[in-house]
């Protein structure tokens, strides 16, 4: 596994390794000592996967707040999107700034998501499907949280979409206040 820093403290794209053959190929999506090896968190306390019917579906951006922070790692299992995560620590030195990437099935590529760090995709295609491993923090609704996929405090430049589908809660978030 290869392990790029990104220009988020602490995020990071995890590219799979992968043996090919004539029959297509293997790669592991998840290995503890490797993790472990590149100081990453190890514990996958849940596993889950999102499937969204139609491109130009925004989920995000949303994180967890204390003591339910948790550490991300997304790959897309099916379809496309566009990917961000947005720092949101204050204490930290890439504070309000974000990272974005185009995923791909089978593009074996995962990003590594710290805590503290918020996450949201757009579909680019049709039968989109996301899996997410939390490395950390149980789901707790009361601590679920987002703000607003478009805040201008933010600046995402999110892909040219039309008839987009999002929940009324992630449309709704108030300004980003520092
Ligand atoms: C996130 C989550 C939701 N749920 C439930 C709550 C609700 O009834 C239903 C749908 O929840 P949501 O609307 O929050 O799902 P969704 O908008 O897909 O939430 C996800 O968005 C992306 C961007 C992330 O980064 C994820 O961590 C997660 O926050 O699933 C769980 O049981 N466990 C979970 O871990």
Excluded at 103 to 127: E, R
Excluded at 167 to 177: A, H, L, N, Q
Aim: hydrophobic share 35%.
């Amino acid at each position: 596994m290869n392990k790029v820093a990104l220009n988020i403290d602490g995020a990071y794209l995890l590219q799979q390794t992968r043996h090919e053959d004539e029959r297509g190929y293997f790669s592991r999506s998840y290995c503890k000592s490797t993790m472990q090896s590149q100081s990453l968190a190890t514990t996958v306390i849940q596993q889950s996967e999102s499937y969204n019917k139609k491109p130009f579906t925004l989920r995000g951006m949303h994180f967890q707040s204390a003591p339910y922070e948790e550490v991300k790692l997304i790959r897309c299992l099916q379809g496309k999107l566009y990917d961000v995560i947005l720092d949101l620590r204050p204490d930290s030195p890439t504070y309000l700034q974000h990272y974005a990437t185009e995923l791909s099935a089978f593009d074996g590529q995962m990003i590594y998501v710290p805590k503290g760090v918020a996450h949201g995709f757009m579909t680019l295609q049709k039968n989109t499907v996301i899996g997410y491993s939390m490395l950390e923090g149980e789901y707790s609704a009361e601590h679920a949280s987002g703000v607003r996929w478009n805040d201008s405090a933010f600046n995402i430049a999110w892909p040219e979409y039309s008839n987009i589908v999002i929940s009324e809660r992630d449309r709704s978030y108030k300004d980003y206040i520092e």
